[in-house]
């Protein structure tokens, strides 16, 4: 079974079905979740999705990195990364069910 | 913010929706993603980010404290990249 690219598309059709709203209205509720979660996220908040995961801001400090082609040294300044952390449930969903599937 | 956070922020902004159908939203949004990567599907959200699986392989692992060799199992481990377009938005003001 080739894996295939779910898409916003998908998932305001999903919400289209579950809710019963107009498709557009559906759409821009998904884009809305969406925005609310990046908005949190660039406040610099832990977004905290039970059963799903959760998504963290971690700050870097400067280090200094290379060019990996020409080999020359460049600083990489202090920034801000978002790390995803899945749930247990989610963990064990996906193992359970890939196992199974593969063999 | 938690999930209930979200679904009050998005009921907030919506309040011609009941809060029951916000919460089936969001709760919709999640499974999907969630049922996407289950059958090892990606998810790709432009501008926000892309969930997917990766496999580890089987290895055989060590008990750290007695030195036994023991047998790990492969996995699958959902993976986030974030997007251009947030990860841009988070590092705007420094």
């Known amino acids: 079974m080739a894996a295939r690219t779910v898409t916003r598309a998908d998932l305001s059709e999903a919400v289209y079905q579950e809710v019963g709203l107009s498709r557009n209205e559906s759409a821009d509720l998904v884009e809305s979740v969406l925005n609310e979660i990046s908005d949190a996220l660039v406040r610099g908040e832990m977004v905290k999705l039970s059963s799903f995961g959760s998504f963290a801001v971690r700050q870097k400090g400067e280090r200094v990195g290379r060019n990996p082609k020409t080999g020359e040294e460049v600083p990489i300044l202090p920034r801000r990364v978002l790390v995803f952390r899945a749930s247990h449930v989610l963990k064990n969903r996906i193992n359970s069910a890939l196992s199974r599937s593969n063999g | ?94």
């Open chain 2, 1 to 94: 913010m938690t999930k209930s956070e979200l679904i009050q922020r998005i009921a907030e902004l919506n309040p011609h929706l009941y809060h029951r159908d916000v919460e089936r939203i969001v709760t919709t949004v999640f499974e999907e993603i969630s049922a996407a990567l289950a059958r090892g599907d990606r998810v790709e959200l432009r501008g926000f980010g892309a969930f997917s699986v990766k496999q580890r392989a089987a290895r055989v692992g060590r008990n750290p404290r007695t030195g036994a060799a023991v047998q790990v199992a492969e996995k699958h481990i959902p993976f986030f990249k974030t997007g251009k377009l947030l990860r841009e938005r988070m590092n705007e003001n420094s």
